[in-house]
């Protein structure tokens, strides 16, 4: 009887697996570096070094700023405005806007502004906030209608330029209030609450009636 011979086993991975537990103490970090020195100070080595961790595991995740960057800009949106759905169109976009301000308010609002104020410096930033943010606000404001329109509340879905406009509303409106307004603090105040209140009354009329259907229907 002839054996074939097999060849050496194979060798061991030899790559470390990443713990989602520094996965986070990164992305944290590199927030509350943005939130405190904004994107010029925004280092990799200060990020690592606020996370109490090694630049090498940074790297090993992120091999570059912008990298890093694109993660924090997609934690901030997609991870967090993801799995919406209360089974009414109303509910949805209350829940939207709702976490939304909650990501604004907190330390993600000025880490993401300084993200969009150097992004008209740097194109790569620019196109990582397009692909991360812009991007992600309308993939689930998409998903929002079509629950929407297959539980007939909405007639039809959106064209592709309706989309467009309402996704940049949402992204503008939520970054001039934490621009110009700042966070209302532990609390909402009764004027805030109002304004985000209005906010969603005026997004439900746009989408019963889509912009440039015109006055006569």
Same mark, same amino acid.
């Given at each position: 009887m002839t054996t074939t011979n097999a060849g050496p086993p194979h060798p061991p991975h030899k790559g470390r697996r990443k713990d989602p537990r520094v996965?986070?103490?990164?992305?944290?970090a590199a927030i509350e570096v943005l939130k405190e020195s904004g994107?010029?100070?925004f280092t990799t080595t200060a990020v690592a070094r606020r996370a109490g961790a090694s630049t090498a595991s940074l790297y090993r995740r992120w091999p570059s700023k912008q990298a890093l960057a694109g993660a924090v800009a997609r934690h901030i949106t997609l991870d967090e405005l993801g799995g919406i759905d209360t089974g009414s169109l109303e509910g949805d976009v209350r829940e939207f806007l709702t976490r939304k301000q909650q990501l604004l308010d907190a330390d993600a609002g000025p880490?993401?502004?300084s993200l969009m104020g150097? =992004? $008209?410096h740097d194109a790569d930033l620019r196109r990582i906030l397009h692909d991360d943010v812009y991007l992600a606000v309308r993939e689930q404001l998409e998903l929002l209608i079509a629950g929407a329109v297959r539980r007939r509340e909405l007639a039809e879905h959106l064209t592709a330029a309706q989309l467009d406009v309402l996704a940049l509303?949402?992204?503008g409106t939520a970054l001039a209030r934490s621009a110009f307004l700042g966070a209302p603090g532990p609390a909402?105040?009764?004027r =805030? $609450?109002?304004v985000t209140e209005t906010?969603?009354?005026l997004l439900l009329a746009a989408l019963h009636r889509p912009l440039g259907s015109g006055a006569g229907g």
């Open positions: 996965d986070t103490a990164l992305i944290d994107y010029a100070a880490a993401l502004l150097q =992004a $008209a509303v949402l992204i909402p105040t009764a =805030a $609450a109002e906010e969603l009354r």
